[in-house]
């Protein structure tokens, strides 16, 4: 660890170690994120591999690249090795539950056939619960190897611009987060492909596959350092789902038929070590043992801002329903007890009065501007326990400040550079609770941020 980030514990019960030598930096909201993915795919020399959640099967990737698909099959045409595993969420042949994902079915493979698609496909069921990891992996085991991990889905209101200008009516528009990482982690991202492309459960099925071909090797070693960050992939991954146990490069073997559970590990972690500010973005807040280590952290003087949607997520708000109160909305409220603390939405300004709601996807946190994580996994129990997730934890002060400070910008539309990261989180909460009261009189807001109330956040 560098000597201004070592105090914050990294996970030690996942597959993977924490890695020094690798290059990170954030991409913030899908217009950019898909930007420099794209770009990282035209230009990968060998290969090119992602996981997919969930996806509009039309969305389009910047800058007039056409769609997700066009995108594979133009890297596929020019002899790539381009393979995509997608999450199949009902049995093949049930009725589509799960609508905004790409699941193989009579229709989808006949519309594969018709455009010629040439790339692998793979698909893999979790019974009942999600494979919720969004990550690319360029040049698997090659000098250039590049990985992508994040939060960011393939939706029409995810790929949107930077700042969130007002959106088309029917389209909205989505706040999400990407990391890009170069170096040994990458080469963890690429391995953890390898086992979930080697263990996909509908593999061995003939609707299991698309011009499916071989498995993949395991990496030997890792990639060449490529910067000064330190990094560590933690994951959630459910016991029995994978049966492989090879070790990872310089690692050790993981039995993951025991399941990992090293992002909660990570978020426990870090919070308890927190000594300032405490920055999260989250579409939930639903993580009690995550609540209760943030009310500690606030009794001791941290500072804490935590940004979910202003809206909340459908589950949340039935929670909330049928469950107005009790042990957890109550430790919820506690924490809007405490003057530093602040929870908050961000919504924009509509041309003829009014305001639109900017969703919260993100999957983030940010602590004392030198340790942040960006990933997939929510703060909810089914993110920590069930789903299957991938995050990107680094120790960087340079890398998260220059994050924080992106995002104070885009949420209150102000340069926090020169402040440090407490005066920025009290910024914040000022400019919030501002905004907070400009909502209630009807008046434009200055910026996205607006804050919202623990005690009836969900009703």
Same mark, same amino acid.
């Given at each position: ?37 794209? %770009? ?35 890297? /596929? ?24 994902? +790409? ?15 040439? +790339? ?41 611009? *930077? ?6 009516? $029917? ?52 990639? *060449?350092? *490529? ?11 459910? *016991? ?16 993951? /038929?025991?399941? %990992? ?12 070590? $927190? ?65 530093? +603390? ?118």
């Amino acid at each position: 660890m560098t000597q201004s980030a070592g105090y914050i514990p990294a996970a030690s019960a996942g597959a993977y170690p924490v890695r020094i030598g690798n290059y990170v930096r954030a991409l913030v909201d899908g217009e950019p994120a898909f930007r420099r993915i794209c %770009e990282a795919v035209e230009s990968a020399k060998k290969s090119a591999w992602v996981t997919v959640a969930f996806i509009d099967r039309d969305v389009q990737m910047p800058d007039g690249r056409g769609s997700f698909f066009d995108v594979l099959d133009q890297a /596929a045409n020019r002899g790539l090795d381009i393979r995509a595993l997608c999450w199949r969420f009902e049995p093949h042949g049930e009725p589509r539950v799960i609508t905004s994902a +790409f699941r193989g079915d009579e229709e989808e493979r006949a519309w594969l056939t018709d455009r010629g698609s040439r +790339f692998r496909l793979r698909w893999d069921h979790n019974p009942g619960y999600c494979h919720h990891q969004k990550s690319w992996v360029i040049d698997a085991g090659q000098t250039e190897e590049t990985a992508f991990v994040g939060g960011i889905n393939l939706h029409h209101n995810s790929v949107v611009p *930077a700042g969130h200008p007002l959106p088309e009516p $029917a389209r909205g528009s989505t706040h999400d987060v990407y990391t890009e990482l170069r170096g040994p982690a990458a080469t963890d991202v690429h391995h953890n492909f390898v086992q979930r492309w080697n263990e996909a459960s509908e593999r061995e099925h003939d609707h299991g596959f698309w011009l499916d071909g071989d498995d993949l090797p395991f990496p030997g070693t890792c990639s *060449a350092p *490529a910067g000064d960050a330190i990094l560590q992939i933690t994951r959630t991954v459910r *016991a029995g789902l994978y049966s492989d146990d090879t070790p990872t490069p310089g690692g050790k073997a993981f039995p993951i /038929a025991d399941g %990992e559970g090293s992002i909660l590990e990570q978020y426990v972690a870090a919070i308890d070590a $927190a000594r300032h500010a405490i920055y999260i973005e989250d579409q939930a807040i639903g993580s009690p043992v995550v609540v209760s280590r943030l009310e500690a952290a606030l009794k001791r003087g941290v500072d804490v801002t935590f940004l979910v949607p202003g809206v909340p997520h459908p589950d949340m708000a039935a929670a909330r329903k049928a469950a107005s109160s009790g042990p957890f909305f109550d430790q919820i409220a506690r924490l809007g007890e405490h003057e530093n +603390f602040l929870l908050a939405g961000i919504a924009g300004n509509c041309t003829d009065g009014g305001y639109y709601d900017i969703y919260v996807h993100a999957k983030i946190a940010l602590i004392d501007d030198v340790w942040a994580t960006i990933g997939s996994a929510n703060i909810a129990n089914r993110s920590f326990y069930r789903d299957t997730e991938l995050n990107a934890s680094f120790w960087h002060p340079e890398t998260v400040r220059a994050l924080r400070v992106q995002l104070m910008a885009e949420h209150l539309g102000e340069d926090t550079e020169r402040l440090d990261t407490r005066d920025a989180m009290r910024r914040y909460r000022d400019a919030a609770r501002d905004n907070a009261y400009r909502r209630r009189t009807g008046v434009p807001l200055e910026g996205l941020a607006h804050a919202l109330d623990p005690a009836t956040y969900g009703l």
